[in-house]
Structure formats: structure tokens, C-alpha cells
């Protein structure tokens, strides 16, 4: 299983952007389905978008037609921007082997703190 390190997050105010990478330490070729989660305070981990190794991209209701999934299997990195930030998108973002959560056996790394406040 390759280790997977996020980063990108910061704080910026409603209606900024921002973007997040997800380098791995390994070859994502292989992987199916990439995907992007966040978890805030209190509340469960939700998946905020998915990517397969074709292209074909899911997003999250809340977050669909603000929020593009890619990923760049050369540079064994996947990316999440954001755009039209809004304070309920504050959390902390992860990424991960979406076929492994799915079957319960994802670890899930630090993850990077995304933080929307005026």
C-alpha cells in the first residue's frame, strides 16, 4: 500500500480557492479509484470526490460545481481544487485508496487542515 501526504490547506475567507495535492510514495497507476474525504469537527469523515484511473469523477453534493478531482498518474499525485470556498467546507482534508475504504482497509495519513473564516 502506498503512503499518501497531503498539503495545500490553509485559511482563507468564503469565496477564495484553494489547492490541494496528495503526493504518494508510490505508483497510483495501478489504484482504480482515487479519491478526496473531510472530516470536521464532530462530525463523521464524508467523500468529497472520486476519481477513477479512466477519468470518470463523483463529487459530493454539497460541493459539486465548486470542486474539481484530478489526478496526474506520472507524478503519483492527485489534486483537489476548490474553488467558491464556503465556511462550511472547513475541515481536515484526506486522501486515499478509494477501493480500500470502501472495503474498511484504508489508513488514513495526517491529512491537510482546510480552514474557511472571514
Known amino acids: 500500500q502506498v503512503q499518501l501526504v497531503e498539503s495545500g490547506g490553509g485559511l482563507v475567507q468564503p469565496g477564495e480557492s484553494l489547492r490541494l495535492s496528495c503526493a504518494a510514495s508510490g505508483s497510483i497507476f495501478s489504484i482504480y479509484a482515487m479519491a478526496w474525504y473531510r472530516q470536521a469537527p464532530g462530525k463523521q469523515r464524508e467523500l468529497v470526490a472520486r476519481?477513477?484511473?479512466?477519468?470518470?469523477?463523483n463529487y459530493g453534493d454539497s460541493v459539486k460545481g465548486r470542486f474539481t478531482i484530478s489526478r496526474d498518474n506520472a507524478k503519483n499525485t492527485v489534486y483537489l481544487q476548490m474553488n467558491s470556498l464556503k465556511p462550511e467546507d472547513t475541515a481536515v482534508y484526506y486522501c486515499?485508496?478509494?477501493?480500500?475504504?470502501?472495503?474498511?482497509?484504508?489508513?488514513w495519513g495526517q491529512g491537510t487542515q482546510v480552514t474557511v473564516s472571514s
Open positions: 476519481i477513477t484511473k479512466g477519468g470518470t469523477t
Open positions: 486515499n485508496d478509494a477501493g480500500l475504504v470502501a472495503m474498511g482497509f484504508g489508513s
